[in-house]
C-alpha cells in the first residue's frame, strides 16, 4: 500500500506552516488581511498624484451632495457648497434634459440655475 507524503506548505504572509485546507494560502484572518492592506496600498502607490486628488475631491462632491439631501431641502446657494469644499470643476457625467444641463456627482445629480443649485430627485435620472 501507497502512503501518502505530507507537503509542507507555508504562509505568503508570515511564513508559518499551514494546516488545514490543501488551498490554504495564510495560517489566520490576521495575516490575510494584512496581505490584503499591503496589496492595497501598493496598488493606491502605484496610480498617478493627479488621479488621486481628482478621486479624492468627487468622492468629498459625493458626501457634500448625499449630506444636503438628507436635509430634505433641494435649493442651495452654489457659494453654501462652495463653502462646505463643493469644487464644480469635477462631475462624473453631463447630460441635458429639457433644455437644462444637469451634473452628476456618481448617483448625485444637480442642475445650476443663475446661483443656486437645485438637488435632482433620484427619479429625475
Do not use: W
Not at 17 to 44: F, H, P, W
Amino acid at each position: 500500500m501507497e502512503t501518502q507524503r505530507e507537503i509542507s506548505r507555508s504562509c505568503k504572509e508570515c511564513g508559518g506552516l499551514l494546516v488545514g485546507r490543501i488551498d490554504q494560502v495564510y495560517c489566520s484572518e490576521m495575516c490575510r488581511t494584512s496581505a490584503n492592506n499591503k496589496r492595497v496600498r501598493e496598488e493606491a502607490q502605484r496610480v498617478p498624484d493627479c488621479i488621486q486628488r481628482i478621486q479624492k475631491t468627487l468622492l468629498q462632491n459625493y458626501k457634500i451632495l448625499n449630506g444636503l439631501r438628507d436635509r430634505g431641502s433641494k435649493l442651495f446657494s452654489k457659494l453654501y457648497l462652495m463653502d462646505l469644499g463643493f469644487n464644480f470643476h469635477h462631475v462624473t457625467g453631463i447630460t441635458e434634459k429639457d433644455g437644462t444641463i444637469l451634473f452628476y456627482c456618481f448617483n448625485q445629480g444637480y442642475a445650476l440655475h443663475n446661483d443656486q443649485v437645485i438637488l435632482l430627485a433620484e427619479t429625475d435620472f
